[in-house]
């Protein structure tokens, strides 16, 4: 099983800085990696796949890069809504697909 | 409306059974792979289990293999979960998801990512 970890826990910053949130995976999971993220009370949304390709209506201010075992996304500038848990996936390897614990980003 | 909308959650003693279900509308589940993702209260997301869009070749996750399982009528539009043999570490949100992959015909591709997820319904496994 493919262990994903994501740093930091906890992203303290303001509406319009810009964020970095890192997954890193136990082995090459080549660039099968999403990101999804979940506001409070919400259910999860898909915002990127395959390392780099945006979801259907996601905001340009999302990205992602990485390669092999370390991945990043990034929002350019902080919306309000932005503010949430993003959680990064593979599926290299399955089965099970697996989950990074998360990242939350929350307002400094 | 595109949604999943899940029902049959609730409170169950250790070592009993729940069946959950999923009820698909605004689209077609017989061309998609299907999951269950659960998140216990305050945690991550654990991926539980896939059924193929014909309903063929489940996966489940180790710590559930053997207690729950998977299957879908297409002609209901409804995936469902059967559990049996409750622990407590089963509390959770359980949530129905679309797989982003597509079939069409005999071409089918399965991608493993989730791109539609119901609301969940809560189950909670205590005496």
């Known amino acids: 099983e493919i262990v994903l970890t994501q740093s930091p826990a906890t992203l303290s910053l303001s509406p319009g800085d810009r964020a970095t949130l890192s997954c890193r995976a136990s082995?090459?999971?080549?660039?099968?990696l999403a990101w999804y993220q979940q506001k409070p009370g919400q259910t999860p949304r898909l915002l990127i796949y395959d390392t780099s390709n945006r979801a259907a209506g996601i905001p340009a201010r999302f990205s992602g890069s990485g390669s092999g075992t370390d991945f990043t996304l990034t929002i350019s500038s902080l919306e309000p809504e932005d503010f949430a848990v993003y959680y990064c996936q593979q599926r290299a390897s399955w089965p099970p697909i697996t989950f990074g614990p998360g990242t939350k980003v929350d307002v400094k | 409306e595109v949604q999943l909308l899940e029902s049959g959650g609730g409170l169950v003693q250790p070592g009993g059974s729940l069946r959950l279900s999923c009820a698909a509308s605004?689209?077609?589940?017989?061309?998609?792979?299907m999951h269950w993702v659960r998140q216990a209260p305050g945690k991550g997301l654990e991926w539980v289990s896939i059924i193929n869009h014909s309903g063929g070749t489940p996966y489940y996750a180790d710590s559930v293999k053997g207690r729950l399982t998977i299957s879908r009528d297409n002609s209901e539009n409804t995936v469902y979960l059967q559990m049996s043999s409750l622990g407590v570490e089963d509390t959770a949100v359980y949530y129905c998801?679309?797989?982003?992959?597509?079939?069409?015909?005999?071409?089918?591709?399965?991608?493993?990512?989730?791109?539609?997820w119901g609301r969940g319904t809560p189950v909670t496994v205590s005496s």
């Open positions: 998801v679309k797989d982003r992959g597509y079939c069409s015909g005999t071409r089918c591709y399965t991608s493993w990512y989730f791109d539609l």
């Open positions: 605004g689209f077609s589940i017989s061309h998609y792979a």
């Open positions: 082995q090459n999971v080549n660039n099968y």
